[in-house]
């Protein structure tokens, strides 16, 4: 099995930062993408954020500029840095990886528990 254990959730104030890690654990024998989700209060679980094995990486329009997102292959760990918080950052904000199992020939999708982000205004 495979887990993705988030942390560095909490609360701030606008304009704040906040870093978010995710820690991927179990059978792996590759990680390919990783990325960042976010579902606040009555609305859809959207993608914020993503890289690749090789870094490349991608960002919703909302977030450019302000958020970062990188990894450590070797720690199979992805982190994501969020400076300039707004309150409509607000919301749960979940990992996502794409994983190859050393017990599989597959690639198979794991999420983490989620992390609550606040952002008080």
């Known amino acids: 099995q495979v887990q993705l254990v988030e942390s560095g959730g909490g609360l701030v104030q606008a304009g704040g930062s906040l870093r978010l890690s995710c820690a991927a654990s179990?059978?792996?024998?590759?990680?390919?993408?990783m990325d960042w989700y976010r579902q606040a209060p009555g609305k859809q679980r959207d993608l914020v954020a993503s890289i690749t094995s090789g870094g490349t990486t991608n960002y919703i329009d909302s977030v450019k500029g302000r958020f970062t997102i990188s990894r450590e292959n070797g720690k199979n760990t992805v982190y994501l840095q969020m400076n300039s918080l707004k309150a409509e950052d607000t919301a749960v904000y979940y990992c996502?990886?794409?994983?190859?199992?050393?017990?599989?020939?597959?690639?198979?999708?794991?999420w983490g528990q989620g992390t609550q982000v606040t952002v008080s205004s």
């Open positions: 179990g059978n792996i024998f590759r990680i390919d993408n």
């Open positions: 996502h990886a794409l994983v190859l199992r050393v017990d599989s020939q597959i690639i198979n999708s794991y």
